[in-house]
């Protein structure tokens, strides 16, 4: 009682505001963005390093496929989520149906699993003898196939949340009002509301884009359960794969080539979401031209339920069969396990979240206030943008740009559980900071001012009227970070071999060729997750009810 | 003592000038409407007052202190905005109870200040309510319950009307001016409704440009304004520009496009340029020959508009432009398109002006 009221008596005095400000800015700058790109100077420190690399053809090749692989992946992927994707969102905005709600809840079931046992699970779906039979086809899936197969999966809820996000603000009046006046629904869609969708459009790729460029743990362990983890790589699975032997990864070749790959990776991720939203601002969907006839006979008969038909069966088919496939291994007898070492590794990933999702919000609430109070001013701006660096970063090349910051401290292997921690801080801050951001900027600001002027100190103001206002998008926020740690892979294993999260443990296992192992160690964390998703739905659910 | 002295306050915005060295002085208890076009700078002035904007240069006094670094919490100045800014996640009860609550009262002062507040504003059967399930008219009220139950010596209110349909503003701002007359705080009422603030005001300042440009009672501001701008801003007036053929002690005659008309006395000088402004309402027309040569002018009617309570007649009078002329409803059969009326007015009525440097024009506008 007496610290919340020196906080509030503290609060009244401008210089401590903006020292706190400049606080949460200098962490954010010194402990999130600048470890995160930190790597990039190695290219010039270390040159003889990637010197040694560009001179050796063969890894020189190898490095070069592999980013290659990265990004044209991430670009199919992206393509895909948003021709399926658009028509979902549709689906969930515009219409009312029996078990909407399920439909929304399964949409996000991707999210809460960890990625590593997405791969799992994958890979098992669509590859015999224990998934479906696609050689009857005549088809087999190459690894490219299968990882686009996998990336769709924890891709698409991005792509879909994106694009309902700004459907919701588009007034269906828009449409209707064209409808009026002599459009058929196909040609007031294209005309009138594509266009206005190019902001949530930039969004959905560029958080596609990243997260499929980034996406590891996944990646690798279907590789590896496809036996082509040594010969087909994309640019984070083939620093997993170095992780994987101490003597390749300390080399001086390899190290090069994890320079480079963690370089190349960052500044063309980083260029290329400079690139999508001054493109996407600029580009014009070609809807000046109208063709009314082709625009009344796709608005009829059985084309749009087609339409939807199709997009549903792609969630189903593409999307939540293989995810859940996993489940099937709770047939299989029980296999014997080391619990030990899954309790460890639960107790790890468990704190890592939490810690960092503590000081997300920590750090992450004086950044979001100011942004969305500020959104004109050029420092504003300038935030807004760096805040989704760390987002947009490749986790696994951040993971190494960070170690090898704090390694430049002297921080050697006793300190790698905090190093994870910061990476997890890193990659979560963005998720965080943009769930604050929008929740404040629909906030009134003049109900902070006029409780400053009833006498709340700006602390008082903030702790009694506006948090409890944004306080389900803090708890959105937090879920969304704290399940993104608890199924990292990339940013972990870059940083250190000696810290054994969940993902890392199942990767391990299914190293060993140990599938069940690794799909029951899956499932229980699957399980974990729900139950502490539940229970905070449960919570908060009860205190939005007493407040109501 | 002076409640509220703002002190040759300036204030800009990147290049927006919102307080041009503005100084005002509002007594202890007064209610006081500050009146101006979009942007002249009416909202920053109440913030400046509360503490939510600082100003660039000049002084804030509340009750002879000095408040100009001091944070807002502690000046005891509430504001009241047009979105009411009601907190969503709070019951009405909760809302006004926020002040004193924060402010540490005891728990039976507090729960006796709400109920009487919410009494005074007729809403204690809504106490457990959420803002979002009121109608307008109760969130306005619920907001200016929870200014009033906090104590605060000083309200600001702006635009406290504006999102209500127009009944209920006409209600609500005499209820406004009663209860701040009650309470016995000072109170300044930002508004851009000439009437509104004619029908409540103890005086009105008219502020344009950030800075203000009249300080008056209301009978003041409309009888007597200061600028062609203000003749015009309050109550709609006639507008004529002329030389100044004789000036005395009981009025001052203008030629106006060859026609002499008469204003009330002036300093200005024979054969100056000047501008006499005369309120539609004081302007008086006739049909009885009689009276259309004692007339100023005669004019055709160009057209008759119906206003309900009143008509306004326009009057083409040749070189003298367009004029026109408010009357009560009654007269409504009595004027017709095309009949030719007589003018004229009472001296003592017009104002007259030297015409501004900036010329006509640009005074008169309104951005």
């Not at chain 1, 014009?284 to 009314?292: E, G, L, N, T």
């Not at chain 2, 990147?14 to 979009?38: F, M, R, W």
């Not at chain 2, 009487?116 to 907001?143: C, D, F, N």
Request: aromatic residues 8%; contains cysteine.
């Amino acid at each position: 009682m007496s610290l919340l009221k020196r906080i509030d008596d503290l609060s009244d005095n401008r210089k401590v505001r903006s020292g706190w400000f400049v606080f949460a800015c200098l962490v954010f700058i010194l402990v999130i963005v600048v470890p995160s790109i930190f790597v990039v100077t190695n290219l010039f420190t270390d040159w003889e390093l990637v010197d040694l690399v560009l001179n050796n053809e063969g890894i020189k090749d190898t490095v070069l496929s592999a980013v290659f692989n990265s990004f044209s992946i991430a670009f199919i992927v992206t393509i895909i989520d948003i021709l399926v994707g658009l028509p979902m969102a549709w689906i969930m905005v515009r219409k009312n149906f029996h078990g909407k709600r399920w439909l929304d809840t399964l949409l996000d079931m991707p999210l809460a699993f960890p990625t590593a046992v997405l791969g799992i699970s994958v890979v098992m779906f669509w590859i015999s003898p224990d998934g479906i039979s696609i050689p009857g086809l005549g088809l087999s899936l190459s690894p490219y196939m299968m990882v686009i197969l996998l990336h769709i999966i924890f891709t698409y809820p991005y792509m879909v949340r994106s694009l309902s996000a700004i459907l919701e603000q588009i007034d269906p009046n828009f449409e209707t009002a064209g409808m009026t006046l002599g459009a058929s629904r196909w040609t007031a869609v294209r005309t009138i509301t594509l266009p206005l969708f190019r902001a949530g459009l930039a969004t959905g790729f560029v958080l596609c884009f990243a997260r499929s460029l980034s996406e590891t743990g996944g990646t690798y362990i279907a590789l590896t359960m496809m036996g082509v983890q040594t010969s087909f790589f994309t640019g984070p699975s083939f620093i997993s794969f170095l992780k994987s032997d101490e003597s390749l990864y300390t080399s001086d070749e390899m190290m090069g080539a994890q320079i480079l790959i963690s370089v190349v990776m960052i500044v063309l991720a980083l260029v290329l979401m400079f690139v999508v939203r001054k493109f996407i601002a600029k580009f014009r969907i070609p809807y000046q031209k109208v063709w009314p006839q082709i625009g009344r006979k796709v608005s009829q008969g059985g084309l749009p339920k087609l339409k939807d038909g199709i997009t549903i069966a792609f969630l189903i088919v593409i999307v939540l069969l293989p995810s859940f496939y996993i489940f099937m291994y709770l047939t299989e007898p029980m296999p014997q396990m080391d619990y030990g070492t899954l309790l460890t590794s639960i107790a790890i990933s468990f704190g890592v979240a939490g810690v960092a999702v503590l000081v997300d919000i920590a750090i992450g609430v004086p950044m979001a206030l100011y942004i969305a109070r500020h959104k004109n001013g050029k420092l504003g701006q300038i935030l807004d943008n760096l805040v989704n660096v760390p987002l947009i970063i490749p986790t696994t090349a951040l993971g190494f740009s960070l170690s090898l910051f704090w390694g430049g401290f002297g921080l050697d292997s006793s300190f790698d559980l905090l190093l994870v921690i910061f990476g997890h801080i890193s990659f979560t801050y963005p998720l965080v900071v943009r769930n604050l951001i929008g929740a404040i900027e629909e906030v009134d600001p003049s109900c902070e001012e006029i409780a400053m002027t009833l006498g709340a100190k700006p602390f008082q103001a903030f702790s009694k009227v506006l948090f409890p206002i944004i306080n389900s998008a803090v708890i959105a926020g937090s879920i969304l970070a704290f399940t993104r740690s608890l199924g990292e892979t990339g940013a972990t294993t870059s940083i250190s071999q000696n810290v054994n999260t969940v993902p890392i443990y199942i990767t391990h296992l299914v190293e060993d060729g140990l599938y069940t192992e690794a799909a029951m160690c899956s499932i229980v964390l699957i399980a974990l997750c729900f139950i502490l998703m539940f229970g905070i739905r449960v919570v908060t659910g009860r205190r939005s009810k007493r407040d109501a | 003592m002076p409640e509220i002295v703002l002190d040759n306050v300036s204030k800009k915005f990147g290049e927006t000038v919102a307080a041009d060295g503005l100084s005002l002085s509002i007594k202890d208890g007064e209610y006081v409407c500050i009146l101006g076009p979009t942007g002249a700078g009416k909202t920053t002035c109440m913030r400046m007052i509360c503490g939510l904007t600082q100003p660039d240069s000049g002084r804030v006094y509340l009750d002879g202190k000095d408040v100009t670094d001091d944070p807002v919490d502690t000046r005891n100045a509430t504001m009241l905005t047009q979105s009411y800014a009601l907190f969503p996640h709070m019951t009405v009860y909760d809302n006004v109870r926020f002040a004193p609550q924060i402010k540490g009262w005891a728990p039976e002062d507090i729960k006796q200040v709400v109920r009487s507040t919410l009494h005074m504003v007729h809403l204690e059967q809504k106490a457990e309510w959420m803002p979002a399930q009121l109608s307008g008219g109760q969130q306005q009220r619920i907001a200016l319950a929870r200014a009033l139950a906090s104590g605060s010596k000083v309200l600001l209110l702006d635009e406290p009307l504006r999102a209500l349909d127009a009944r209920l503003r006409i209600n609500l701002r005499k209820e406004l001016r009663t209860m701040a007359k009650q309470m016995g705080v000072t109170c300044i009422h930002v508004t851009h409704d000439q009437d509104e603030a004619l029908a409540v005001a103890d005086r009105i300042a008219i502020i344009r440009d950030g800075r203000i440009i009249q300080f008056g009672t209301p009978s003041e501001v409309f009888d007597d304004p200061a600028t062609p701008f203000v003749a015009t801003f309050v109550g709609r007036s006639n507008i004529l520009t002329g030389k100044v053929v004789r000036s005395d002690g009981e009025s001052t005659a203008i030629d106006v496009a060859g026609t002499v008309l008469l204003a009330r006395p002036s300093p200005m000088e024979v054969g100056e340029e000047a501008v006499l402004a005369v309120k539609i309402g004081f302007t008086r027309i006739s049909k009885k020959q009689e009276e259309i040569d004692a007339a100023y002018f005669t004019g055709t009617i160009d057209r008759v508009l119906y206003e309900g309570v009143t008509i306004t007649v326009e009057i083409n009078a040749g070189g003298l432009g367009l004029i026109s002329s408010k009357l009560p409803n009654r007269k409504f059969d009595d004027y017709h398109a095309g009949d030719i009326v007589g003018v004229s007015w009472a001296p003592s009525k017009a104002s007259v002006f030297r015409v501004p440097p900036e010329g006509l024009e640009k005074e008169l506008k309104l951005e």
